[in-house]
Nanobody, 115 residues
Framework: QVQLVESGGGLVQTGGSLRLSCAASGSTSGIGGMGWYRQAPGNQRELVAYIARNGETNLPDSVKGRFTISIDNSKNTVYLQMNQLNPEDTAVYYC?????????WGQGTQVTVSS
């Protein structure tokens, strides 16, 4: 089992920045990559950013140039730096980890961007 604990959400004004962190614990060997998803009310959960253990990243166009994902393999922690936030970024952000054929989710952290 892998446990994921997120931190760093909150309320920010348009144009502001937030940094989310997600620490993995438990059976962390074999984690191939970690990422962030978000879900706004009435919407499906969507990928925000993904990073593999080797550092390869995947970000959708909606956040490219504004969000950066990084990983500290020694701490099993993934970070999401979010800049130039706008109200459309308001959602619950979930940390995700893939370990072999299984995936794990954090409890979610709320990000609210006021206009």
């Amino acid at each position: 089992q892998v446990q994921l604990v997120e931190s760093g959400g909150g309320l920010v004004q348009t144009g502001g920045s937030l940094r989310l962190s997600c620490a993995a614990s438990g059976s962390t060997s074999g984690i191939g990559g970690m990422g962030w998803y978000r879900q706004a009310p009435g919407n499906q959960r969507e990928l925000v950013a993904y990073i593999a253990r080797n550092g390869e990243t995947n970000l959708p166009d909606s956040v490219k140039g504004r969000f950066t994902i990084s990983i500290d393999n020694s701490k099993n922690t993934v970070y999401l730096q979010m800049n130039q936030l706008n109200p459309e970024d308001t959602a619950v952000y979930y940390c995700n980890a893939h370990r072999w054929e299984l995936e794990y989710w954090g409890q979610g952290t709320q990000v609210t961007v006021s206009s």
